[in-house]
């Protein structure tokens, strides 16, 4: 691919280490940010030293926070905002988008009272915008280190996913298309709520017994809630599902686990959402999803739970008791749903 001009939106942790990336491919990087100070620091230290510290920034990645000139004659934009700030910085920076700039997704998480994807959000905010997601399982720590990782890259043409694809791709990040974009999205978007809920089994003390049972049973319920809004079951058993949802939850670079194991600790969720300084999706997303859940009829216990940890104060030992003694289930949906009457009739 030649050498294209890439904006990435946000310099926290992801969009910082996604500049690097992007960077080692040959494209020229740009990265926008808020804060003048920020900028400033960056520029002269050449490291993220509040998101990602350590990592050695090269001199050619350029750091602005003047939108215009960011996106001056720039082919892709990477939005590595936390969700709920997606709208507004779209909106910030609107004037200066064009329509032959493709827009590519990498932030995972469900827009709060609007319940929106971000893909959602963007067809809002930017009319006849080409849109793309790129998700998986990858921390930022250790793509800034270029420890081999791989991610999905989806969108409804294949041309814009094989795109993000040539954009991203190098020895060390494997990217693999998909055109599943509903499926991609709510898959990074509702891991994050498992993965605090296993932080919290983490922080009262539960074991692997009970973080297994939630990877397994999380993915069927963000699975049953996807395939009721259109999205592929297959998304769910890739990538961008399982894969995402067993780093998120096992991993101790993970700011939705880590979050989750201040709260089982007996922290608060201010003290918590404080201790960890960057965004926790999970806590933001478990609100919209439990609407999601309820507006589609789909039983998500686990969500559910968080949910009402969260919102209902519920004490913790309430929630996982209640969890634990729901009414007994068949594990296969199809066994529930009686389509397979040969096996209940034996
Ligand atoms: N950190 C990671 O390893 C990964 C993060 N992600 C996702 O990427 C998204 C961003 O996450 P991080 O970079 O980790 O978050 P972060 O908390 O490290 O940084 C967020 C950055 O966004 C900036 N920001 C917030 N509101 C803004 C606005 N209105 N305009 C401009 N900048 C704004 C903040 O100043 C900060 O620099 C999240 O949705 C996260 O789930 C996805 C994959 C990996
Ligand atoms: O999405 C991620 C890894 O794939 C990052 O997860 P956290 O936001 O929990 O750190």
Known sequence: MEPKTITVLGAGSWGTALGTVLHSNGHRTRLWMRSEQQAQEMIEQRTNQRYLPDVQLAREIEMMTDPERAL??????VLAIPTQQVRVALQTVNPYLSPTMLIIN?????EKKSYCRISQ???EEVKGASF???SGPSHAEEVARCMP???VAAARSKQIAEYTQDLFMNPYLRVYTNPDVVGVELAGALKNVIAFGAGIADGIGYGDNSRAALITRGIAEIARLGKQMGASLNTFAGLAGIGDLIVTCTSMHSRNRRAGILIGQGNSLEETLAAIGMVVEGVFTADAAYELA???HVEMPITTAIHN??????PVEQVVRELMTRQRKHEMEEVAAGHMIEWLEK
């Open 72 to 77: 001056w004659k720039t082919d892709a934009v």
């Open 106 to 110: 990498v932030a995972k998480g469900i």
């Open 294 to 296: 309820l507006h589609h």
């Open 121 to 123: 959000i963007v067809e």
């Open 132 to 134: 793309a997601v790129l």
């Open 149 to 151: 990782t791989t991610l």
């Open 309 to 314: 940890l969260l919102h209902c104060h519920q």
